[in-house]
T-cell receptor
Framework: DAGITQSPRYKITETGRQVTLMCHQT?????MFWYRQDLGHGLRLIYY???????DKGEVPDGYVVSRSKTENFPLTLESATRSQTSVYFC?????????????FGSGTRLTVV | DAKTTQPPSMDCAEGRAANLPCNHS???????VYWYRQIHSQGPQYIIH???NNETNEMASLIITEDRKSSTLILPHATLRDTAVYYC??????????????FGTGTRLQVTL
């Protein structure tokens, strides 16, 4: 199916564990983004990517690693999870063409670090 | 990207028009006004965007003032399903670099019976 999908939807992990959140889009959009949203707060940008093999930091990148070997995938890795990384994570993609409709977001991954 | 100012919350009766204001007094000439909404626990959803002309689609209308320093999102006949947080964002497009969406705290719209 066309669209942007995130997996898993829910994840519980222990402090210090490595965990990877997956994001896959089928439109071949050049740009992809990772946001986190904490309870009662807006979305904050973690990392973004302009194309395969091109990534850059957002507002809150510490503790996260990203890669983009293929245009359609943009995984987010927490190398050593901490309780402060408990959050809902949203992936988005964008086509930066004229008249584009901005970002399309996935359904989110709810991560709990215990 | 320019910053925006929105009221934290608004109420609207079902069936009535919901008018959500947004101030963006420092908007630049190449920045568009985008509106998104986030229904509880879901990913943000694109609603509409515009540069300087008023825009309308099947979801809403966007009215941008002539000086482009403010705008209003209009939901013509609000329903309970329109209860959500609405984000107004200004964003440059086609700059050759990733023009990131920066979310503020938005307006929480509560539609009531």
């Amino acid at each position: 199916d066309a669209g942007i999908t995130q997996s898993p939807r829910y994840k519980i992990t222990e402090t210090g564990r490595q965990v990877t959140l997956m994001c896959h889009q089928t439109w071949s959009h050049s740009y992809m983004f990772w946001y986190r949203q904490d309870l009662g707060h807006g979305l904050r940008l973690i990392y973004y990517s302009a194309a395969a093999d091109i990534t850059d930091k957002g507002e809150v990148p510490d503790g996260y690693v990203v890669s983009r070997s293929k245009t359609e995938n943009f995984p987010l890795t927490l190398e050593s999870a901490t309780r402060s990384q408990t959050s809902v994570y949203f992936c988005a993609s964008s086509d930066e063409s004229v008249g584009n409709y901005g970002y399309t977001f996935g359904s989110g991954t709810r991560l709990t670090v215990v | 990207d320019a910053k925006t100012t929105q009221p934290p919350s608004m109420d609207c009766a079902e069936g009535r028009a919901a008018n959500l204001p947004c101030n963006h007094s420092t908007i630049s000439g190449n920045e568009y006004v985008y509106w998104y909404r986030q229904i509880h626990s879901q990913g943000p959803q694109y609603i509409i965007h515009g540069l300087k002309n008023n825009e309308t689609n099947e979801m809403a209308s966007l009215i941008i003032t002539e000086d482009r320093k403010s705008s209003t999102l209009i939901l013509p006949h609000a329903t309970l399903r329109d209860t959500a947080v609405y984000y107004c964002i200004v964003r440059a497009v086609n700059t050759g670099t990733a023009s990131k969406l920066t979310f503020g705290t938005g307006t929480r719209l509560q539609v009531t019976l």
